[in-house]
């Protein structure tokens, strides 16, 4: 028998079955390995064989794809509040399956220290979570094979090497000695779930098949050239290749391209096809997400092969020293999104439906970028294919993260094992014109730096010699960054290149820090404890009391600090609505968490504002996170239940690409801008009014303006008016005669408003008067709507139900205009037995109390 070692990730082709770890390209013909497994736990070291076992050991049934976590919870043997410590123990799966004669064993990933056996006899030994194997094998019929997962920590122990750093962050520090997820081993913020067992599929080939497609693998890609498209197409047949075929690409509109296959060696077809002035893949927040699908025949047999696009990302050169900007397809473009943890951190499950989830979220909250960071896991196939559908730019770091890989370069340490695994992911997302950054890992150079470590070891040569070369020769069409954060005197300055920037948020820095700084760009941002909902808070007994153990388990921490992320949101509400947030937090428990919704999305409003404003230096940001863990007040920015907080229902307002915003400019009163990233010209309107008492107008201007495709203009208030007046309230000539500026940019055609900027001299939770919330409630053709209306300026409006979500929520509404809302029931999630009825309260932070409504 024989082994071979692949990578963790191939490319997928829509409706074939999910093979993310494993050879590169798109299995065409592989078949999931039989049978049903079950698993057992034993202590760390117990069994040397199967053949050591206790027969009467209680074997569980187990899922696999899946992890040793996923098979507790499907046993109802998992307690989410205190996960049981998986790397101490091992953990054996077993299953029996029928098969004869001379076969193929693929291990599409494995984590991470298994033995594999099979009939009793050791076939396969292996430590790396990221790469899949491929062991020949003979099968006598009835087989039985054992997969045993060995007890990391006690593998960790034997384990011994200089460092010139360890993080503090992750813990046991000495998991730099083996390719793993960092995933559960992060305590602060990651639950302490540990990655155990066949994570992604097991497979049985038979390379002496009748059919000429089994096991077959397609590598696709596709490349701009001048002003055609190419797109190139590779079949490897672990037999002999037939001696041609043909391919085609199809467009979304049905045109065909068609090319020829013809054999470059024994085991591969390869051909190419040019599309003349193809239509280019934007983000969705720029254009289109052009594809074409790519089918080939071989033998008179149709095989779908996958999808690409074109598009072409570079930096912009044109920028002054130390910026980071991208372009695409020549135009520029400002990156915003959010980073994610984990699709599934119980099973690491790559579905479709696990994928999709997060990623419409992400798209319907305006972003148009993604981060996969450092400290958590590749994805499988199916989170590619829908960004590329979605129109989702992806930021994809490589797993190495904070540690010192000092000794990993060529002809050290791991850098075979790290070479397999970054050069074959790298063809097996060949494909996916959605990824447009590449980066070595995560915080390397920071925790060097920050450990006081000299500058001559800051940078590292897996990140500027050994990745950077693979990525220059297998993906030429995307940018790379040595490691996340990178750039300027200290690697993590906000002025230069790449930061995560914290100023405003962890390091308690005024909201004016947001330009102080002279932020580039941030890969990590914004990082606040975010309150969820009610209905979340109610479903998970987390609604009083505020302080309990139990609340502050979900609220993240940097290991070792004598902080948390809520006294970072606590630090906002006192400074900026000046409140006393531990009284208010007893003696008005509601009204404590409807300001700390409240204050992130301000916050939040701020800071893009200023960064997507004309003229700032700022090319991008990204929020850590996207989601939360585990239920409770975490960084994300979406709920554990997929709830959107309030600070995704306030960037999504504020990452339009028809956008207007206000910047306070001191002296110089407000600066209105506007922004459009489409593809076509837009005539606009603009509307200026400033209100006293939340509800008089006391000076109102209207603007037109023609914005350009992909322009953007900027308008001073002080110009729209033929008098002076104190917007900003800078100046202080007397009493302050106005309380609220709202800045709408309308269609110019049929006055639709498209996006509204708000600006308040005084942010005091308690500066305006109450609203004066009006509601109604109506069903029309089955579907429920809720009108929302207001006497006065209403702040941060949002809508709490027992049972439905509002499609818009947390906005500001002006006075005497209304916004009529569709209530969406959450069918199929926690509470979605109770009557199909909706039943709520409307909340605003300047109404006295909420109003009720029930249908």
């Not at 700022?618 to 709920?639: E, K, N, R, S």
């Amino acid at each position: 028998m024989k082994s071979q070692t692949y990578p963790d990730t191939s490319i997928l082709a829509s409706g074939q079955q999910a093979l993310p770890g494993g050879r590169p390209g798109v299995a065409i013909g592989s078949t999931a390995l039989g049978g049903e497994w079950t698993w057992v736990q034993t202590p760390a070291g117990a069994a040397e064989s199967p053949a050591a076992l206790d027969p009467a050991a209680g074997w569980l049934p187990a899922p696999v794809p899946g992890t040793v976590a996923s098979a507790l919870r499907a046993a109802g043997r998992w307690d989410d509040a205190m996960p049981p410590p998986l790397h101490q123990y091992d953990h054996w799966y077993r299953v029996n399956f029928a098969g004869r004669g001379r076969r193929v064993l693929r291990f599409n990933g494995l984590a991470t220290v298994v033995e594999a056996w099979l009939n009793g006899k050791l076939v396969l030994s292996a430590r790396h979570m990221f790469v899949a194997h491929e062991v020949e094998v003979d099968l006598d019929g009835d087989n039985l094979m054992h997969l045993c997962f060995r007890a990391l920590h006690p593998w960790l122990r034997k384990q011994r090497g200089p460092v010139r750093w360890k993080p503090r962050m992750i813990v046991p520090p000495i998991l730099r000695a083996i390719r793993t997820t960092l995933l559960g081993h992060m305590p602060g913020w990651c639950p302490p779930v540990h990655a155990v067992g066949p994570w992604r599929p097991v497979e049985l080939l038979d390379p002496a098949s009748d059919d000429i497609l089994h096991g077959v693998r397609a590598d696709l890609w596709g490349r701009v050239q001048g002003d055609r498209g190419v797109i190139g197409l590779h079949l490897h047949f672990p037999a002999s290749a037939p001696a041609s075929g043909s391919f085609e690409a199809i467009d979304g509109e049905g045109c065909i391209y068609p090319g020829s296959l013809s054999r470059t060696d024994r085991f591969t077809l390869e051909g190419t096809v040019c599309v003349e002035r193809p239509k280019l893949w934007w983000p969705h927040t720029h254009g289109e997400p052009h594809l074409y699908r790519v089918d080939a025949t071989i033998e008179g047999r149709a095989i779908h092969c996958g999808r690409v696009g074109f598009r072409t990302i570079s930096l912009d050169c044109s920028s002054d020293a130390g910026a980071f900007a991208l372009r695409i397809n020549g135009e520029p473009l400002f990156c915003r999104g959010a980073c994610i943890s984990s699709n599934d951190l119980h099973g690491l499950a790559d579905t479709d439906e696990a994928s999709r989830h997060w990623l419409e979220l992400a798209r319907r909250g305006g972003m148009n970028m993604v981060r996969i960071s450092g400290v958590t896991c590749y994805p499988g196939a199916a989170f590619y294919r829908i960004c590329d559908e979605l129109g989702l730019l992806v930021w994809h770091d490589f797993m190495f993260a904070n540690f010192d890989y000092g000794s990993i370069g060529p002809g050290l340490g791991l850098t075979e094992d790290i070479t397999r695994e970054v050069g074959d992911w790298l063809s097996a997302t060949l494909t996916h014109p959605s990824i447009a950054v590449l980066c070595g890992g995560s915080e390397a150079e920071q925790q060097a730096a920050m450990m006081g470590v000299s500058r001559s070891d800051w940078k590292q040569p897996l990140f500027d010699e050994l990745i950077r070369g693979l990525v220059a020769a297998k993906r030429p069409d995307v940018v790379y960054v040595g490691n996340s954060p990178t750039g300027g005197a200290w690697p993590f300055q906000p002025d230069t290149g790449v930061s995560h920037y914290y100023g405003v948020g962890a390091y308690q820095r005024p909201l004016a820090d947001a330009r102080l700084a002279q932020v580039r760009f941030a890969s990590e941002c914004l990082a606040f404890a975010n309150v969820p909902c009610e209905r979340t808070l109610a479903e998970h007994g987390l609604s009083q009391p505020l302080h309990s153990p139990r609340w502050k388990a979900t609220i993240p921490r940097d290991a070792g600090a004598p902080w948390d992320f809520e006294d970072v949101r606590e630090y906002y509400l006192r400074t900026l609505y000046e409140v006393d947030p531990p009284r208010l937090r007893y003696e008005q428990p509601q009204r404590y968490l409807v300001l700390s919704r409240a204050v992130v999305a301000e916050v939040m409003t701020e800071v893009f504002s200023e960064w997507r404003r004309v003229g700032s230096s700022c090319a991008g940001g990204l929020i850590w996170q996207l989601q939360d863990l585990v239920p409770g007040a975490g960084w994300g920015i979406v709920d554990a239940c997929g709830r959107p907080k309030s600070a995704w229902h306030a960037l999504r307002q504020v990452w339009q690409p028809l956008q207007v915003l206000i910047t306070d400019e001191g002296l110089n009163g407000l600066h209105v801008h506007a922004i459009n990233e489409t593809p076509q010209p837009h005539a606009l309107s603009l509307t200026l009014r400033c209100l006293r008492d939340g509800e008089t107008v006391v000076a109102e201007a209207r603007h037109s303006l023609l914005l350009p495709a992909r322009g953007a203009a900027r308008i001073e208030a002080a110009a729209l008016l033929d008098r002076f007046f104190d917007f900003t309230y800078a100046y202080r000539f007397g009493p302050p005669t106005h309380d609220v500026v709202v800045v709408t940019l309308h269609a110019a055609d049929s006055g639709e408003p498209l996006s509204q900027a708000v600006y308040l001299p005084d942010r005091r939770a308690a500066a305006l008067k109450p609203p004066g919330l009006r509601a109604r409630l109506e069903q029309v053709d089955g579907d429920w709507w809720l009108t929302v209306s207001a006497q006065r300026f209403a702040r941060w409006v949002h809508i709490d139900d027992h049972a439905f979500q509002a499609t818009d929520n947390w906005f500001h509404l002006a006075p005497g205009s209304s916004r009529r809302l569709r209530l969406v029931h959450e069918a199929g999630k926690a509470g979605a037995h109770a009557p199909a009825i909706p039943s709520g309260e409307i909340h605003a932070v300047n109404a006295e109390h909420p109003l009720g409504y029930d249908g």
